[in-house]
């Protein structure tokens, strides 16, 4: 009794199934078989694109800072950047990029390629106003032609590295003058030429640096 019982439901249970597929359209049946599949299955989250902040930086300065970036020159098709307050002052879209170190000046918008000139250079930092901001950044090379008395002038805005360039040292700085900027902040970078270890041919990689200032310094 038992056993024709089971194979009278399991009969049962075939045309029911058979009639389900006949009268039933295939999409339905589609749909039905996906929401069973999902049944169980965890959501899939998607995290929001990260919001653009000033300068490129990963994260945003804090209220009352300036952004600013520094990116030196790499290879010959990849110039150096100056970026602050998410305003670029020296790229290769601007047309003001050249070979040698590339000064820019915060509320000047002076901008000098200083390879063949140092002594221009040592007149514009002279000339620089007080209280002012110098970003720096080498493209290709910022060391032949540099003299002494133009090392020792970016000595005294507080560069532990211009004594160490060499040929086509990647090399960026920012410079306060007049006033001191906080220790905790990031001032300068250099990456040496190596031929075992560059990145181009004949050039060392690019380097930057980046950070946010107090506006009230």
Known sequence: VRLAGLLLTALAAWY????LTVCLPKE?????IANLQAIGKKPVLKAPVPKRQKCDHW???SPGNYAYRIL?????????????????LTSEEKGNVGRGINIAIVNCNCVIDSTDHSGDMVTFIKNAPEGSLLLMA??????????????????????????NMKFRSSWAFIAAKGFKMPDN???EKINHSDK??????????????????????
């Open 72 to 88: 030196t020159g790499g290879g010959k098709g990849k110039l150096a950047k100056i970026c602050f307050e998410d305003e670029l």
């Open 196 to 217: 075992n270890n560059n990145r181009y041919s004949g050039w060392p990689a690019e380097i930057q640096i980046e950070g946010c200032i107090p506006r009230n310094l």
């Open 59 to 61: 994260s945003p300065c």
């Open 16 to 19: 029911l199934g058979y009639l």
């Open 138 to 163: 080498t493209h290709d090379d910022g060391s032949t032609r540099l003299k002494d008395d133009a090392k020792k002038l970016i000595e005294e805005l507080g560069s532990k590295e211009i004594w």
């Open 28 to 32: 339905t049946i589609k749909t039905s």
């Open 185 to 187: 902040i990031q001032k």
